[in-house]
């Protein structure tokens, strides 16, 4: 067994993550390269959730903060992006070298706001703020809570190296991140769980679904990825982070092969290396194994755990 990874989930507000691009610390003119990617792990019964940032705020060493200005906002389905594939916010963005005290994701998803006003109901999210369109065509405002104020700050540390590049990927995970509070409808509150690496670091996880287990009748065939040791179970829906919650799902998708047979995939992108416990769920809480499937995820290669 080895170190858990939990030390790097990244909550709202909440430390634990680190990450290095290069080594050193910078002063004067120096500076180097930042790209910056969202991806998700997506969420059953919805159609597109659609979150517009707006601005990247970032604070360096003991000076002031900086922001980098999103004009026009970008808007991004985070649906159009799972598993290993990550829409780019930030790239080739010019930074000042150095070592970074956190980032900050600032988005357009405050309560009460017209989140989907103008949505066309195609493919695209041309809809105004932040929001997420649900199977049966319901909309519903998207807000993060005091995010109007702080946006998604993401506290830790890292580093632009001087002449050099850095290159991230934040990964939400709506199966842990949308709730639907009591009295707020037509309102959602965005509680972002949220994964961020250094693409360098990081391994893929991917396998097959046997379809007597993702086909059954009102499955929504899932894999949850736990650290090495947790037993799967449900996720927790409280306020505070629960460390036995998964570090990443993925959903199960059919797909039609050329002999017109179908099989069913999953796909969990930038896990950081180490030992996990992976397995299936119809329902989010009974497991297959109960006890999970062991994996080991190594740095930029691709492990397949498959579920016969």
């Known amino acids: 067994m080895i170190m858990s990874t939990r030390g790097y989930f990244v909550t709202l507000m909440a430390a634990g993550l680190l990450f290095l691009a290069g080594c050193g610390s910078s002063s004067g003119d ?9 991806s998700d792990g997506p969420v059953h019964d919805a159609q ?12 360096r ?41 956190w980032m900050r994701l600032g988005l357009d998803a405050e309560l009460g706001s017209n989140g989907g006003a103008g949505d066309t109901g195609g493919i695209m999210c041309d809809g105004e703020a932040s929001y997420i369109v649900m199977d049966d065509q319901s909309t519903y405002n998207l807000y993060v809570p005091s995010g ?18 850095a290159d991230f990927t934040a990964e939400f995970d709506l199966m842990q991140s949308i709730t639907s509070p009591p009295g707020l409808q037509p309102d959602m509150a965005l509680r972002p769980t949220i994964r961020l690496v250094n693409n360098v670091e990081v ?19 899932s894999v949850y990825v736990f650290d090495d040791g947790v037993t799967p179970n449900a996720i927790d829906t409280g306020e505070v ?12 998708n059919e797909q039609m092969n050329n002999d017109a047979t179908t099989t069913f995939h999953y796909t969990v992108g930038f896990l950081l290396p180490g030992h996990y416990e992976v397995a299936f769920t119809c329902d989010g809480e009974t497991f297959a194994p109960g006890a999970g499937k062991p994996a080991e995820i190594l740095v930029q290669e ?3 755990v498959d579920f016969p």
Do not use: H, R, W
């Not at 120096?30 to 969202?38: A, C, K, R, W």
């Not at 004009?71 to 070298?97: C, H, S």
């Not at 982070?241 to 199960?252: K, L």
């Open 48 to 59: 597109k959730v659609c979150i517009t940032f707006d601005e990247i705020e970032f604070k």
């Open 203 to 221: 391994g893929t996880l991917t396998g097959e679904v046997a379809g007597e287990l993702a086909a059954v009748e009102s499955c929504a065939p």
């Open 148 to 165: 109007a104020e702080t946006g998604l700050k993401l506290v830790g540390g890292f580093t632009i190296p001087v002449n050099g590049s």
């Open 61 to 101: 060493g003991d000076g002031a903060p900086f922001v980098v200005e999103l004009d026009p906002p970008e808007k991004v389905n985070l649906l159009d992006f799972q598993g290993a594939n990550a829409a780019p916010i930030l790239i080739n963005q010019e930074m000042p070298a150095g070592n970074y005290q």
């Open 30 to 38: 120096e500076t180097g390269i930042l790209s910056l990617g969202i």
């Open 302 to 304: 691709v492990t397949t």
């Open 241 to 252: 982070a629960d460390p036995n919650d998964p570090v990443a799902t993925a959903m199960v």
